[in-house]
């Protein structure tokens, strides 16, 4: 497996991993390959988009960017904001571990000192991925769990 930082020429393979995990959530949120290029690959607020790729497939990707002011996740300005998608048939691999490591380096770069992961109530699974990481839940929304990783401190390394 490697990771990489996502290109243009990736977001028709993004959308083949997104698309089904919106279909999951019965998320009405777009999925297709412009939707992706614009929202996480050439977006202005990007960080980092990592992807997760064995030969030509890829099997999962994440997405760091920066909150800005009056941000849709009502999130402090200078956070960040990170979103994870590993395919269906592609979980217990390390991938989201391997994923991270990417991340969590750009995070660094660019000085930031909270990274938010706002996770549905009721994805077990992707609350136990950010809990597992070093995720610590600071806030309850209404269906959603917001757990955040502190860069600031000293003892928060990945996945302790």
Same mark, same amino acid.
Request: some cysteine; overall charge neutral.
């Given at each position: 497996?490697?990771?990489?930082?996502?290109?243009?020429?990736?977001?028709?393979?993004?959308?083949?991993?997104?698309?089904?995990?919106?279909?999951?959530?019965?998320?009405?949120?777009?999925?297709?390959?412009?939707?992706?290029?614009?929202?996480?690959?050439?977006?202005?607020?990007?960080?980092?988009?990592?992807?997760?790729?064995?030969?030509? @497939?890829? %099997?999962?990707?994440?997405? #760091?960017?920066? /909150? =800005?002011?009056?941000?849709?996740?009502?999130?402090? !300005?200078?956070? $960040?904001?990170?979103?994870?998608?590993?395919?269906?048939?592609?979980?217990?691999?390390?991938?989201? @571990?391997? %994923?991270?490591?990417?991340? #969590?380096?750009? /995070? =660094?770069?660019?000085?930031?000192?909270?990274?938010? !992961?706002?996770? $549905?109530?009721?994805?077990?699974?992707?609350?136990?991925?950010?809990?597992?990481?070093?995720?610590?839940?600071?806030?309850?929304?209404?269906?959603?769990?917001?757990? =955040?990783?502190?860069?600031?401190?000293?003892?928060?390394?990945?996945?302790?």
């Amino acid at each position: 497996m490697i990771v990489r930082q996502a290109e243009a020429a990736d977001a028709a393979a993004m959308s083949a991993v997104l698309q089904p995990i919106l279909t999951g959530w019965n998320s009405s949120r777009r999925g297709d390959a412009a939707t992706v290029l614009t929202h996480y690959i050439a977006h202005p607020d990007q960080l980092s988009c990592a992807v997760a790729c064995e030969g030509e @497939r890829i %099997l999962g990707f994440q997405s #760091l960017k920066v /909150a =800005r002011e009056q941000n849709d996740y009502d999130l402090p !300005a200078g956070w $960040g904001i990170i979103g994870t998608y590993v395919a269906g048939d592609a979980g217990r691999r390390g991938i989201g @571990r391997a %994923l991270f490591g990417e991340t #969590l380096a750009a /995070a =660094r770069r660019a000085g930031l000192a909270h990274i938010d !992961a706002t996770i $549905g109530a009721s994805n077990a699974q992707g609350l136990a991925y950010y809990t597992h990481l070093g995720f610590q839940t600071w806030r309850a929304l209404d269906g959603a769990v917001g757990k =955040r990783f502190d860069l600031t401190a000293p003892q928060q390394t990945e996945g302790t």
